[in-house]
Structures are given as structure tokens and as C-alpha cells.
């Protein structure tokens, strides 16, 4: 497999990309191990994280390899033995999956594939616990939206929701839902107007009232995307701008999706912008009063552009930290992990890991998970002994 550089890798999986260049000291973390090096019929290229069941076995996909090439959803354990529960491409049941997946109550797994399908605009697919595929729905590619990239969100009804990044009314992308039996509804249309938000790339979260929130890659009045909220009334979805990026300290261009701490405030991170040294993205913050959300930057990454955080953040809700990927920062380009803790006020920063682009892996665009005895999972694209990517764990 040909090795590309970080920043080409940047350009080919991200839709806008500018160049800088830093440097970082690093701080290892005391335990790093790669668990599992992907060689091709296992699958290749996993472009999302992982997740962890109760038994903490590690779920996900890879974006190619498998037995046709068009990727796979597999189930690994904590000491890398893989098992391949799906490989895509052998009739229209989806191809190049770039999502995380998510289970429910009865162990299926749910995720999306980016093409593929009856009309290769992308799936929304179901693996049942014995192992099954189905196609819940396959995108036409036009209104009903086209190549999905993130995951799922379920409710407590079984319904699912997602985001495309491309189709819909005004081929801006859409928000969607699909029932448990595989009724599609687009809930959104973006590109509704110059303060609108574009090209959803993350998934959505939902609240305990019903209510969706996400983030656009682009779009909105300053062009570097947005955080919007959902809420369903009678007629339709109302969309609210709960902020829009403007590529100063505030960050701008946000691929990660949102998260909710206990006390209901909302965290997210954008890929470039900030304080930072180099400009390499945010970690923010969206809290509620008095039905308004005010926004505040957490911390600036050094980096350089596009070099950010492109998954969800993962929150321990016992510490208060924030654990993240960087893809395509660190001191050999190569991405990070990194741990945010809060401190009188501030927040300080670790890094945890910096990847030297070999055995370790080369370019993380993972989330993050974490067992019972604090171990944090991921994944990287390239690298490991054969070239297509890696599992890793890290114990900071």
C-alpha cells in the first residue's frame, strides 16, 4: 500500500485543507501498545473508532479491504484477536463505511456505509447479533440525501438518526431518520439561506426532550460551519444557529460531532483556528441559559490547519477529562492522543501519545473508548506492520 504524506491524507479524507508547519514536545504515555495491525482480508483504512460492549469487546469498520475490497465491520477483543462480522461489497449492500457503529438493547449493530448500495449513494445497515447484514435503507442520492460519513444515534423507540453529507433539496446535506423497520424521513435540508450551515461530516446527539444537535463542516455566515440544534414541532423541524465558526479563536471547520456532560452542557472540537501556535483547532463548550447556548473555547491546539480533532470527544464523567484524537499533527505528522483535565477554571494539556508514522500507526482519525481499568481504544488509518492501520491502547 502507497504511503501518502499527512497533509495529502488531510486533503483526500477532508474537504478544505491549509498548511502550516509546527513543532510539539511531546509526553508518551506510561502504556502504549498496538493490539491489532489490519492486513487486507481483515479489512483496511478504518477511518472511525471504536465501540465497546459490556463485556468490553471493541467494534468498528474499516473503510476497505475485507473479502471484495469495499470494507468490513468487525469485532475485536482487548488483546486484538479480530473477527470479521460483515465484508461489504458483494450486491448492494453498502461499500466504504467511514462510521462508527452503535448497538441496541438486544446487541445489533448499526452504522452507515459512504457509497454503496442500490443507488451507490450510500446504506444505513443492520448486523444482527448471529451476525446477519440487512439494508435498513440505501440513499437515492438526491432528496433524500447522499454519502453518509458518520454514525448513528438511536432513540428510545429504536429510530435512528444521521446525517448526509451530500443530497438533499439544496445538495447541502440533510438530517435524516430511519425507522426500526426502514421508513426514511429527512428531518433537515441544509443550505436554507447564507446563515445555514453545509456538508454535515458528524453524526447527530440527541437530548431527553427529542431535540437533535450536530455541527455542519462549512457553511454558515463566515463559511467555517456551525453548531445547530433541532427541535420538532407539529409542522417541522425547527433549526436553531447555535454558533457559527469563524475561523478566529473560536476555531472553524468542525468534523466531530457533539457531546453532553451530566449537567447537560455540550462539548465538540473543530479541525483548525483556535489560539493555538499553529492553529490546529478547539475544544469548546455550549452551555444552556435562559433558552440561549453561549459558547466558549476550552483550549487551543497547536497543530496546523486541518490538523485537529475529526471524532467525537469521549468525557469521563468521573474526572472530568476529555481524551481525543489529532490526525495529522504531532512531531512527525503522524496524529496524537491527547487528554484534556479541568483545573481551577483552566484546562490543562497532555499529550498522551504522538504517532511516529510505522508500527505505531500513521494517521488517527479515531474517537476514543475506555474499559473499566481506564485503558483508552482507538484506531489509525495507516500504518502498523502491514501498512492499513491499527487498534491501539493507550493507559495515560
Known amino acids: 500500500m502507497k504511503t501518502v504524506s499527512a497533509r495529502s491524507l488531510c486533503m483526500f479524507a477532508i474537504f478544505f485543507a491549509g498548511i502550516s508547519v509546527f513543532l510539539v514536545s511531546p509526553s508518551q504515555a506510561q502504556s502504549f501498545s498496538v493490539i491489532r495491525s489490519f492486513a487486507d482480508n481483515d479489512g483496511t483504512g478504518p477511518l472511525a473508532g471504536l465501540a465497546m460492549d459490556a463485556k468490553e469487546n471493541l467494534y468498528g469498520t474499516a473503510s476497505s479491504g475485507g473479502v471484495y475490497g469495499d470494507g468490513v465491520v468487525f469485532k475485536a477483543s482487548r488483546n486484538g484477536a479480530e473477527m470479521v462480522l460483515h465484508s461489504f461489497g458483494h450486491g448492494d449492500d453498502g461499500s466504504t463505511p467511514e462510521s462508527s457503529v452503535i448497538f441496541d438493547a ?104 427529542g431535540n437533535l444537535y450536530g ?96 471524532r467525537d470527544l469521549l468525557l469521563d464523567s468521573t474526572t472530568g477529562i476529555i481524551y481525543a484524537t489529532t490526525h495529522c499533527d504531532g512531531l512527525d505528522d503522524a496524529g496524537t492522543v491527547y487528554a484534556l483535565t479541568p483545573s481551577s477554571g483552566s484546562w490543562i494539556y497532555n499529550q498522551l501519545y504522538t504517532f511516529t508514522g510505522g508500527a505505531d500507526g500513521l494517521y488517527s482519525f479515531s474517537n476514543l473508548v475506555i474499559d473499566k481499568s481506564g485503558y483508552l481504544y482507538g484506531t489509525t488509518f495507516q500504518g502498523g506492520a502491514n501498512g492499513f492501520g491499527v487498534i491501539f491502547r493507550i493507559k495515560p
Do not use: C
Open 215 to 310: 455541527t455542519t463542516s462549512v457553511g454558515g455566515v463566515a463559511g467555517y460551519g456551525t453548531v445547530f440544534e433541532l427541535k420538532p414541532s407539529a409542522s417541522a423541524w425547527k433549526e436553531t444557529i447555535l454558533h457559527q465558526f469563524e475561523l478566529q479563536n473560536d476555531g472553524g471547520t468542525p468534523y466531530a460531532g457533539l457531546i453532553f456532560d451530566q449537567s447537560g452542557n455540550l462539548y465538540g472540537a473543530a479541525t483548525q483556528g483556535g489560539d493555538g501556535s499553529g492553529g490546529g483547532g478547539t475544544v469548546f463548550e455550549l452551555t444552556p441559559s435562559g433558552g440561549r447556548w453561549s459558547f466558549k473555547v476550552l483550549y487551543g491546539l497547536a497543530g496546523w490547519n486541518i490538523s485537529g480533532t475529526f
Open 106 to 209: 438486544t446487541g445489533n449493530l448499526y452504522g452507515t456505509t459512504f457509497v454503496g448500495g442500490a443507488f451507490s449513494s450510500g446504506t444505513v445497515f443492520k448486523i444482527s447479533a448471529k451476525g446477519t447484514e440487512a439494508v435498513l435503507y440505501s440513499f437515492g442520492g438526491v432528496a433524500d440525501g447522499a454519502n453518509p460519513i458518520a454514525g448513528l444515534a438511536m432513540d428510545k423507540a429504536g429510530n435512528l438518526y444521521g446525517t448526509t453529507s451530500a443530497g438533499g433539496t439544496f445538495n447541502a446535506g440533510t438530517v435524516f431518520k430511519v425507522s426500526p423497520t426502514g421508513k426514511h424521513t429527512v428531518i433537515y435540508n441544509f443550505g436554507q439561506g447564507v446563515d445555514d450551515g453545509s456538508t454535515p461530516v458528524a453524526g447527530i446527539t440527541l437530548d431527553s426532550e
